[in-house]
């Protein structure tokens, strides 16, 4: 089975910070394709342990998926936008 998701990489100091929405799973490495990287072996194994617990339908639903013929159909990402907020000091 295919679940697809969007990773979103940040800096955060000296690491680069990978999230893979709308999953919530997140990882970090030295480079950003080392934070890649290992957010898509957190992925993998947060996948696979919840489908061996007999959860993973529940996960899904939970992040917005929809069951579909043979599969999960992630959310369709409209935009992601940066925005700031001016706070009075």
Known sequence: MNIEYTIQIWREGQQFVAHAMP????SCGKTPDQARRALVEA????LATA???NTLG??????GYQPAAGGWVSPAW???ERHSAL???
């Open 23 to 26: 999953l919530d799973v997140m």
């Open 43 to 46: 992925v993998d194994l947060f």
């Open 51 to 53: 489908a061996q617990i």
């Open 58 to 63: 529940d996960v899904l639903q939970e992040a």
């Open 78 to 80: 409209i935009a992601t």
């Open 87 to 89: 706070i009075a000091a």
